[in-house]
């Protein structure tokens, strides 16, 4: 039965001849029947018993040869019990990094009202290939399932999607691999990866990010100074330690805290033979992020049209990670690099705080209208990057 | 049992039931039989565990070599054995099977080797089914089948998950896996599917008759009494044997089996004195008048003798060594799987070559009838080439001719004097079987005149001779006298010992008649329990040959063209054999009860619904251990169980109704989810529950009248969801 | 079922306050049964103060508010010892932790180190500052919230902290209706204001010790422990639920099945309160990549879970 024929519909819709070569297509490609080596001797066993019946009309080898033929179709029968009616689910991260091995789950659930599944092995099915996970089910009760986790890694940034995941099963007799396919789609950005960026570098910025911005007094944690109580100030701010001591009312002061955000800008123009210096762009920023992440920076990420906003901690990190991950290398054409670039009008407020933009390529006079903090340049990118 | 020893105690009976075939298809000496027992019964005991470690057999060494060896040996042996010993394919190649059964046996240690077993074991069965068609071959295959299901079963689930490396021997999590309860109902159940299976593939499978390597089954069996020549005294020696020679229906008589049967052979006319021969060798073909049935006699009653009502009889007649086909006297039509049928000039009928064969043919008698001019007439005139060939006589017959003569002094017509002579044979003389005559030279005269005693020959012998002295046309006839009446399958069986000479007097309206000079036999022994049983045995075997070992294509096209007749004749054809059903059942009930009176076929339907709703209620009782979920541990031992019993059935009802319900719904859930899919039901579910919940979970228990009304709840619902449907 | 009177009016009454909320009221009245703590992790504006202080109301019992911002001090809220000149000794002034029902309000924004001075006074239910040692009020209910849309300076409750708190819970956007319902009323700066006590301290005393009553049959507390069980066996996991989880599971079912005019547990009473109770208990495992909501995920896993082990019948 087709349960789910509206793909084919939604494809084809118009044209019936094409739609009927679909759906056997999809037919065909949900089901399949394959010989195992024993299954090829018992086939061979059963037309050796059939050739031996023909030749002597015995009946009793016409009875042998019906049981041969009523194993195999017992065998159809239940393995195809087995695979249908399996329910897949998906339990995936949001997002992934490359070259980092992932935990994947999948929750496979039994509807079958009374037969329990044997032998299932799964595996995903992604672009057309099969990749087999090691999963492999030796029991399913009816109306239960089971979770299988396994791992995956990404090799490069983008998107990966799988696709189906296809469920075989030698049961009952070992003779037939029956396989099923089940489309449970699932997409997955994975985000370039994060590489460790010489501390050196990551200090500059941070001491040149906060050397542009003097200490002052304000909200925050970190002790500015100590000073005599004023009638006024807030009694919580009294520093009672001191106070013991000097027998006068201290207060405490503290520094602010706000002016240590900075604005990373990444430029996606890149015309194809610089195509690795600007995954290489890519992964920079990612660490960069990461680390200044680390240290509890307030962080934001420009990347062509898309701006994540000024935010911190481990979530805000993440969507400016997932930013990273789906943002597409564009070739310089004729309309001309300086078509609405936000990159440009960066300049330095106490609004971006320290601004910093990646540019792997730039037409020269492009280059220069940009103002920032501070540029990378290719060159430096490429020094930069240097053991990616 | 653990999955592992299973499926080598599954193996092992797997290659057991093999051999059970091959043992009793007869075709292995019984030194091989006894060894491959032994071997048989030490593989399992070795399956349980129960040589351990430290005795003599852990002594016997396991290494490869030395078992390759001993199966290089049994080929030799094998090559030894169809060369010299037995000069024939199949008992060596089964001789060289057992062997290898018993080394592979011996030797169950990998995957490998379990497969290589199965294969074994399966030639092994198919050479059986080779060697015979008898009936209990039917209970080998069935055993066969479920080891067969649960050998390949086991095999496939104590492999572990398929790695890349296949040659690995994979030690699977599942091979220590327990035979629960359920498995096991399970795995029996695919067996009796595929059983099925089987059945209805086997009716269905076209059946082509490309006989190229045909190999005659066995030999015919050796009659007396049907050659060209018969001595006195052969009939006699097979008196004693037991051998079925053939099967006779009557389909036509209600009321068969209860008279004896006569079923004519060969008519013989010379006697030289002590052996009867036929004069004349001439045979013509019949002519078929239609698709495989002759008639004897072309056209209708040419000579206008009187006829009785025709008679027909479907015989089913072993494979002989003689080519003669026996009928009731006298045959008018055969039908039957032949190329062509010859008859001889005293109506014997002949088969252009002896059956190799069992055959099964349908003849069409008609007896001839004693007309009144015949009876009362006072000379009778008859044709001289009746006279030329009948009534020729040996030499030394004159003392016959005076005890002829002197028994026959007062009759006054033909008719009379013949009379007269069959009641002095028939009472004046002693019937036995001891007459030793094949020494004698003069045995009619031995047993006339001296003995007194002697067999249906001599009585026969005796017959015509007096009455040719007398100027009556007479001649002997052999055949088979049929008496024992098989009352489960309506037909007769004959025997060798059945064979039977008697007389065939002509008269000249009314042809050729039937006597018989022998006196009846000492009393027929009186059906005893046993003979009941092996009649039955006989009767099963009957059908066994029909319905399997004769299936043939015309039987598929005869079922195909059944159908497509239309219901009424199926209908009629299945009412007749559950009632033949009931019939038989209770003639065995007879037997053992010695009830004379037969109950109304209104009796033989009851009882056999009432078996059916026995059945389907232990099946009904059965069914519960089926439903998913019900192997909880722990189940409450308290007087709740009721309750609970009742909560289960509703969910049932509800799960029937079209409610999902996994193993992970509470009843708060299922309470929700009735509500909103099967809104009516929601009082009783609800109320059901909160019983059920007080019971289960709670520490209390119900009162009397609470179960009453869960009771109640499971009653309404019940009605609820049949009126929902 | 009948519930028995004493939660009929306490729920009743913040009722008349929270419109809509019927599930969350009863899980705040089950944790104060349950001697538990409760975590409101929610959107600002949806009712999460105004909640604490209909509890708070509707027991004779004193109510506190602390708002976290992050320059609070531990000394702002155990009290801090103040030196008085006159008697020449330093002088103990309680901080607001000393009150029946305290609010924490958006607990993230603070340091680390005043919320670990919070939640060593929940899980010790005394507070030592300068070598003496103060014992808290019975009873003692902390109402915690989180806002977890904000990044900006927060510092959200690391998991191992997240076990001091019985359930976890979100209040949502009310119904339409509701909110209709509530913008109709008239106006009320603390709209708890208005409602009146129906229950004294020494009332939910004694329905706290009415928790040991409650019979959790054999099968119920098998079918608990199996959901801890499997918790601790998933792969998606890498922490599952500990001991004290465990127990913290038992003990909220326990006073759900009393809240509910029940003697005895079932087990749609651990089901219900699995993906409340433990969700937060448990850690996704690390190889899982970034998961944004790590609360829903969180909570999507244990239900997952629950689903999988059978209900016993």
């Known amino acids: ?388 | ?725 | 079922m009948n519930v028995p009177k004493p939660f009929h009016a306490i729920q009743d009454n913040i009722a008349r306050v929270i419109k809509g909320k019927a599930q969350v009221i009863e899980m705040a009245v089950v944790c104060l049964v349950a001697r538990g703590h409760l975590l409101l992790e929610d959107v600002p504006g949806v009712g999460k103060t105004t909640l604490a202080h209909s509890l708070a109301r509707s027991l004779d019992c004193s109510f506190k508010r602390i708002q976290f911002t992050s320059d609070l001090l531990p000394s702002d809220i155990v009290g801090v010892s103040i030196f008085n000149r006159q008697h020449q000794a330093f002088e103990f002034v309680p901080g607001p932790i000393f009150a029946n029902i305290v609010l924490a309000d958006e607990i993230n924004r603070t340091t680390p180190k005043t919320q670990s001075s919070l939640l060593e006074a929940m899980s010790e239910a005394q507070v030592s500052v300068d070598n003496q040692t103060h014992s808290l009020k019975q009873p003692f209910m902390v109402i915690a919230t989180q806002n977890p849309a904000e990044y900006h300076g927060t510092f959200p409750l690391p998991e191992s902290q997240l076990d001091r708190f019985l359930m976890r819970l979100r209040i949502g956007y009310p119904s339409l209706e509701e909110e209709r319902k509530v913008l109709n009323r008239p106006y009320a700066l603390h709209p708890a204001d208005s409602l009146a006590p129906v229950l004294t301290a020494q009332d939910v005393l004694e329905l706290q010790r009415r928790i040991e009553e409650v019979h959790m049959d054999e099968s119920v507390c098998e079918y608990l422990l199996a959901i801890v069980h499997a918790t601790r066996q998933s792969e998606l996991l890498s922490l599952g639920v500990s001991t004290r989880g465990a127990l913290a599971l038992n003990n909220a079912s326990k006073a759900l099945a009393l809240v509910r005019g029940r003697e005895y547990c079932l087990p749609d009473d651990v089901k219900e309160l699995a993906p409340i109770v433990l969700s937060h208990r448990v850690m996704l495992s690390r190889a899982q990549g970034m998961r944004a909501q790590s609360f829903e995920q969180a909570e999507r896993i244990v239900l997952d879970i629950v689903e999988t082990i059978p209900v016993p019948v």
């Open chain 1, 1 to 388: 039965m087709l349960q789910d024929s509206t793909p084919v519909t939604k494809a084809f819709g118009h044209n019936p001849a094409l739609r009927i070569r679909s759906r056997l297509h999809y037919l065909a490609t949900r089901r399949s029947i394959r010989l195992t080596s024993e299954g090829i001797r018992f086939l061979l066993f059963t037309i050796g018993i059939g050739v031996a019946a023909i030749n002597t009309g015995n009946n009793l080898f016409y009875l042998l040869l019906a049981m041969m033929l009523g194993l195999v179709v017992i065998s159809g029968l239940l393995s195809e019990h087995c695979v249908r009616r399996l329910e897949f689910h998906r339990h995936l991260p949001d997002l992934i990094m490359a070259n980092e091995p992932t935990t994947v789950t999948l929750s496979v659930t039994n509807h079958n009202r009374w037969l329990p599944s044997f032998s299932l092995r799964l595996s995903d099915i992604v672009s057309g290939q099969q990749l087999d996970r090691g999963l492999f089910i030796d029991h399913l009760a009816a109306q239960r399932s089971v979770l299988l986790s396994y791992p995956i890694v990404a090799t490069t940034r983008g998107k990966l999607s799988l696709d189906c995941v296809r469920a075989e099963t030698l049961f009952p007799f070992g003779l037939f691999l029956k396989r099923a396919l089940y489309q449970v789609p699932a997409e997955i950005p994975v985000s370039p990866p994060i590489k460790p960026v010489s501390l050196r570098f990551i200090d500059e910025m941070v001491s040149e990010g906060q050397g542009l911005s003097l200490p002052r007094r304000g909200h925050g944690t970190q002790l500015y100074n100590l000073r005599l109580y004023q009638p006024g100030d807030d009694s919580r701010a009294i520093h009672w330690m001191t106070t013991a001591r000097t027998s006068t009312l201290m207060v405490r002061e503290t520094e602010a805290e706000d002016q240590r955000r900075m604005t990373i800008a990444l430029s996606t123009l890149a015309p194809d033979e610089r195509n690795t210096l600007f995954e290489h762009s890519v992964t920079l920023v990612a660490s960069l992020l990461w680390h200044l992440s680390q240290r509890s920076f307030p962080l934001r990420l420009i990347v062509h049209e898309a701006d994540s906003g000024l935010g911190c901690g481990s979530d805000h990190l993440f969507a400016m990670l997932r930013l990273l991950a789906v943002c597409e290398r564009r070739a310089p054409d004729s309309t001309g690099p300086t078509v609405s670039n936000p990159i440009l009008t960066l300049g330095h407020d106490a609004e971006r705080g320290y601004t910093v933009v990646v540019l792997p390529w730039s037409d020269p006079e492009a280059s220069a209208a940009v103002s920032a903090d501070r540029v990378l340049q290719a060159a430096h990118i490429e020094g930069l990057t240097n053991g990616f």
């Open chain 2, 1 to 725: 049992m653990v999955f592992n020893q299973a499926c080598r105690f599954s193996a092992i009976v797997l290659a057991a039931t093999a051999f059970a075939g091959l043992l009793f298809a007869r075709s292995m000496p019984s030194w091989l039989a006894i060894l491959t027992v032994t071997v048989l019964v030490f593989a399992i005991l070795q399956t349980f565990g129960w040589p351990s470690g430290n005795t003599v057999l852990s002594g016997l060494p396991n290494a490869p070599s030395v078992w390759n060896s001993l199966l290089i040996g049994a080929f030799v042996l094998f090559l030894l054995d169809l060369t010299m010993i037995s000069r024939e394919l199949l008992p060596a190649g089964i001789h060289f099977l057992v062997v290898l059964l018993n080394v592979k046996l011996m030797t169950l240690h990998d995957r490998r080797d379990y497969r290589h077993l199965y294969a074994i074991s399966l030639m092994a069965i198919l050479a059986s089914a080779a060697l015979t068609t008898d009936v209990w071959y039917v209970s080998i295959f069935v055993f066969y089948l479920l080891a067969v299901v649960w050998s390949l079963l086991l095999h496939h689930l104590t492999s572990g998950p398929p790695s890349a490396n296949p040659a690995r021997a994979q030690v699977s999590p599942r091979a220590t896996w327990f035979i629960t309860n359920r498995f096991f109902w399970l795995t029996n159940g695919i067996a009796v599917l595929t059983f099925l299976f089987t059945l209805v593939i086997f009716f269905i499978l076209p059946r082509i008759s490309v006989g190229v390597l045909q190999k005659p089954s066995g030999e015919g069996l050796r009659t007396t009494g049907f050659s060209e020549r018969v001595d006195l005294g052969m009939i006699g020696s097979v008196k004693e044997d037991r051998q079925i020679v053939m099967r006779v229906e009557l389909p036509d008589q209600a009321d068969a089996g209860k008279e004896r049967f006569y079923l004519r052979g060969l008519a013989y006319d010379q006697y030289n004195g002590r052996s009867w021969s036929s004069g004349s060798r001439h045979r013509r073909s019949l002519g078929g008048i239609a698709d495989g049935v002759f008639a004897v006699r072309s056209g209708a009653n040419r000579n206008g003798y009187g006829l009785s009502e025709p008679l027909r009889q479907d015989i089913l007649l072993e494979a002989l060594d003689t080519s003669v086909l026996f009928a009731a006297p006298f045959a008018e039509y055969v039908s039957g799987d032949f190329i062509g049928i010859h008859v001889d000039s005293m109506t014997g009928l002949h088969l252009p070559y002896t059956s190799s064969s069992r055959i099964r043919y349908s003849v069409v008698s008609r007896e001839h009838r004693l007309s009144s001019e015949d009876r009362t007439a006072a000379e009778l005139e008859y044709a001289s080439a009746i006279r030329d060939r009948y009534l020729q006589l040996p030499e030394g017959s004159d003392q016959v001719r005076d005890l002829a003569r002197h028994v026959t002094v007062s009759a006054v017509t033909p008719h009379e004097r013949i009379t007269a002579v069959l009641t002095h044979l028939l009472s004046g003389y002693q019937y036995s079987l001891d007459a030793e005559t094949t020494t004698s030279l003069h045995p009619i005269d031995d047993f006339l005149f001296r003995r007194k005693t002697g067999y249906c020959e001599h009585y026969a012998t005796a017959m015509v001779i007096m009455l040719r002295t007398l100027g009556v046309p007479a001649r002997l006839v052999t055949g088979f006298l049929a008496t024992e009446w098989n009352e489960f399958g309506g037909y007769y069986t004959v025997r060798q010992r059945d064979a039977h000479a008697w007389v065939e007097v002509f008269y000249p309206h009314a042809g050729w008649i039937t006597l018989d000079p022998t006196p009846t036999a000492a009393s027929i022994p009186s059906p005893s329990m046993w003979e009941g049983f092996q009649r039955l045995g006989e009767s099963i075997r009957l059908h066994w040959d029909r319905a399997f070992i004769r299936y043939s294509a015309r039987d598929q096209l005869a079922v195909i063209h059944t159908l497509r007749e239309g219901s009424d004749s199926a209908r009629d054809a299945v009412s007749r054999w559950t009632v033949a059903l009931g019939a038989a059942a209770l003639q065995l009930m007879r037997t053992f009860v010695g009830q004379v009176q037969t109950p109304p076929p209104v009796m033989t339907w009851a009882l056999l619904l009432a078996s059916v709703i026995a059945l389907s209620a232990l099946m009904l009782a059965v069914r519960h251990r089926w439903a998913p979920g019900h192997f909880t541990r722990g189940m409450p031992v308290k007087r709740q169980q009721q309750i609970v019993q009742h909560y289960r059935s509703m969910l049932r009802i509800a799960a029937r109704r079209g409610i999902r319900i996994a193993p992970s719904t509470t009843p708060t859930e299922l309470m929700q989810h009735v509500r909103r899919s099967w809104s009516e039901a929601e009082s009783a579910v609800v109320e059901l529950t909160a019983l059920y919940c007080r019971a289960r979970f709670g520490n209390s228990s119900l009162s009397g009248e609470e179960l009453l009304r869960a009771v109640d709840h499971i009653r309404a619902l019940q009605r609820l969801a049949r009126a929902s449907q």
